[in-house]
């Protein structure tokens, strides 16, 4: 079932009959209405027609508030006032490309939706800038409010957050309290979060600031950081580059994932492949590493409890550590049998 009832390309035309020839090519070749559906720059149009850019911009204002005055834009109400009962329901304020590919996956039909969302006076453009995609609005109050909000959204995150979507979307509700309880829904609020260039969310779901590594990935090391992160608990390099190419649609060598794995401070490698992330306190370095770095903090142990207290630090079996333990080179017995690191 269309999402609107009126025939885009016939509302179109019949707004630009009220144009000269040449404004009409104008208008078609700039928002891409004619039979060539690429969109002309102001500099293109000019060098065909041989006339400034300046001249091309003037031609297409004098265009649209031409077809505004005509009795065509009045007959075409009935087109308008579904585009903005559209864009409401949507939240009343939507990314542009949103809008475009709700309505159509066709090309040539979002030109001339474009178009119509020019022409019409509900509707409200604001161009894209350092923290807000284009989009549309039909409630200047709701957009100031939504753009606001999600301006606090991102103010209140921190470099390397990473929060689910439901706690996004409870962060920005707490915001929008004061909005009319028919806007305050998931799916207006992702249509909302969608608007920001400030915060997205990654592969796995997880938001945060866009500019953060947790959120664009780049390389191996990041989408093998979310990965783990994911799982919450240490998980085998191989499993780790199966569900990297998986999710992330890329290419990941099981040998490079795990070189890349070992260079990284980010990631420990707890046992046989078995890597952890740094973050959640497991020692860095070898067995042996982890047998020292224990007994500098907690004094002379006994074989059982350096082995309890490596078992939580390494996925290893206990003789590992009792042979590690039997090298006189990095540790030796006290008077009470307990192990202390050789000076």
Same mark, same amino acid.
């Given at each position: ?11 179109s035309k019949k707004l630009l009959s009220a144009l000269s ?64 009962? !559209? ?26 939706i474009n178009f119509l969302l020019v022409i019409g006076h ?27 909000? !999600? ?27 004061? !909005? ?12 909302? !979060? ?128 009792t042979v590690n333990l039997q090298n006189p080179k990095y ?13």
């Amino acid at each position: 079932m269309p999402i609107i009832k009126f025939k885009p390309k016939q509302a179109s035309k019949k707004l630009l009959s009220a144009l000269s020839d040449r404004s009409k090519e104008v208008m078609e070749s700039r928002y891409g209405l004619g039979k060539n559906d690429e969109r002309m720059t102001l500099e293109a149009i000019g060098q065909y027609y041989g006339i400034t850019r300046e001249r091309v911009r003037q031609i297409e204002n004098h265009s649209i508030a031409a077809i505004r005055k005509s009795k065509y834009y009045t007959e075409e109400n009935s087109a308008f006032d579904e585009l903005e009962s !559209l864009i409401r329901s949507l939240g009343g304020i939507i990314v542009e490309q949103d809008l475009l590919d709700h309505i159509s996956k066709d090309t040539t039909i979002q030109n001339h939706i474009n178009f119509l969302l020019v022409i019409g006076h509900p509707f409200k453009k604001i161009k894209e800038d350092e923290d807000f995609k284009h989009r549309w609005y039909v409630n200047e109050e709701l957009s100031e409010k939504v753009h606001g909000s !999600l301006k606090k959204v991102y103010e209140n995150l921190k470099d390397e957050d990473l929060i689910s979507e439901t706690e996004m979307i409870k962060a920005f509700m707490e915001h929008i309290k004061d !909005l009319a309880e028919n806007l305050k829904n998931e799916e207006m609020v992702r249509r909302w !979060l969608s608007i920001s260039k400030r915060v997205g969310k990654n592969p796995l779901g997880e938001w945060g600031k866009t500019a953060s590594p947790n959120i664009s990935a780049k390389g191996m090391r990041d989408y093998a950081f979310l990965v783990i992160r994911k799982h919450g608990s240490p998980i085998h390099f191989k499993e780790v580059a199966r569900i990297i190419s998986e999710v992330f649609k890329k290419k990941a060598h099981i040998a490079t994932c795990h070189n890349e794995l070992i260079k990284d401070p980010r990631f420990v490698l707890v046992g046989r492949g078995l890597y952890a992330l740094s973050e959640w306190g497991y020692m860095s370095g070898v067995v042996k590493d982890v047998i020292r770095k224990i007994l500098e903090k907690h004094g002379p142990l006994s074989k059982e409890e350096i082995i309890d207290k490596v078992m939580k630090e390494r996925y290893v079996k206990e003789n590992t550590i009792t042979v590690n333990l039997q090298n006189p080179k990095y540790f030796k017995k006290n008077k009470e049998g307990k192990y202390t690191v050789a000076k």
